[in-house]
C-alpha cells in the first residue's frame, strides 16, 4: 500500500524500484486496488516488447509484486533497457487526497541511447498510510517533438460528444461515447470497471439523466499515435469538479476509456 509522504515522493519511488528490480518496493508505490490503461489497443500489446509494465486491475500489493516477480525484468532486458528515467511531473488537479500528475518515462540503454518513451497520466490518492499510485493512464505510442494535431482534436471532439450528450441527459448517445470496458476512478480506493454499456446504464443512468446545464474548459494533457489524455474543469448544474481523461482510438473512433474526478 502506497505510504509516502508526498504524491511526488510516490511518484520517484515508482521509477526507483523498478529501476532496482524491486517487485514488492516496485508494488510500495501504488494504492490499491490499482490499474493501468493503456490507449494501444490489445492487438497491438505484443508488437514491442517490453513496451507496457502492466495492465489490468490488482486488488493488493500482494498481486502487483506477484505479477513483476513472475513477469521479470527480462521482458525489459532484451530490448537491451538498462534503468527508466522518469521526468518532472506536473500537478494538473489536486485535492486534500487525490491528484492528477502528468508525468512519463525514457527507458535506456546501457549506452544511455533511448529505447522508447511514453507520456502518462498519474492518479495519486492518500489514504491512512499514505500515498500512492491508484491510477495510470498511459498515452502509449508517444513520439518526442510529434505535433499530434489530428490526435488532439479528435479528443477534444470525442469529449465534446460526452458533453453534448450529458447535458440534455440523452442517456442512450451518452452511452455510446466510451469504449468498454470503462475504467473509472473515484475516490481514494475507488477502482470501477464498466464492462458494457448495460453496466454503465445501470450504474450511472439515472445520474447522467438529468438534463443540467454545463459549463467547461479542457486541454491536452498528452497525446501520441492512439491515445490522448486530456484535463477537463466542469460545472454541471450546481456541481463543479475537475477530471482527467484517457481518449483512445479504437478502429477509427475516438471515445473515452477511463476517467478519474478531483472534487
Known amino acids: 500500500m502506497g505510504s509516502h509522504a508526498t504524491p511526488t515522493a510516490a511518484y520517484w519511488a515508482f521509477f526507483d524500484r523498478f529501476n532496482a528490480k524491486d ?23 505484443g508488437a514491442q516488447p517490453g513496451a507496457r509494465t502492466a495492465s489490468g486491475v490488482y486488488p493488493s ?29 506536473r500537478v494538473v488537479h489536486s485535492s486534500t487526497d487525490k491528484v492528477h500528475l502528468a508525468g512519463g518515462w525514457t527507458r535506456h540503454r546501457a549506452d544511455d541511447s533511448e529505447i522508447v518513451t511514453n507520456r502518462v497520466l498519474y492518479v495519486m490518492t492518500r489514504t491512512d498510510e499514505g500515498w500512492g499510485i491508484q491510477a495510470r493512464f498511459g498515452v502509449d505510442g508517444f513520439s518526442k517533438g510529434a505535433e499530434r494535431g489530428a490526435e488532439s482534436e479528435a479528443a477534444l471532439a470525442a469529449l465534446a460528444r460526452l458533453m453534448q450528450t450529458l447535458e440534455p441527459g440523452d442517456v442512450d448517445h451518452w452511452l455510446t461515447c466510451f469504449h468498454y470496458p470503462l475504467t473509472l476512478v473515484g475516490a481514494p480506493g475507488e477502482v470501477n470497471t464498466m464492462h458494457d454499456a448495460d453496466e454503465m446504464r445501470a450504474a450511472y443512468g439515472d445520474w447522467a439523466g438529468q ?30 469538479f475537475r477530471q482527467a481523461f484517457l481518449v483512445a482510438d479504437r478502429d477509427g473512433e475516438w471515445k473515452i476509456l477511463a476517467v478519474s474526478a478531483v472534487r
Open 23 to 45: 517487485p514488492n518496493g516496485w508494488a510500495g508505490a501504488m494504492s490499491y486496488p490499482h490499474v493501468r490503461v493503456s490507449a494501444a489497443s490489445p492487438r497491438a500489446s
Open 61 to 89: 500489493a500482494a498481486d502487483y509484486a506477484a505479477m513483476a516477480a513472475d513477469a521479470g525484468w527480462q521482458r525489459f532486458e532484451v530490448t537491451g533497457w538498462v534503468r527508466t528515467q522518469g521526468i518532472t511531473p
Open 211 to 240: 438534463a443540467l446545464p454545463i459549463s467547461y474548459t479542457a486541454g491536452v494533457i498528452a497525446a501520441g499515435v492512439s491515445g490522448v489524455t486530456l484535463a477537463q474543469s466542469i460545472t454541471r448544474g450546481d456541481d463543479s
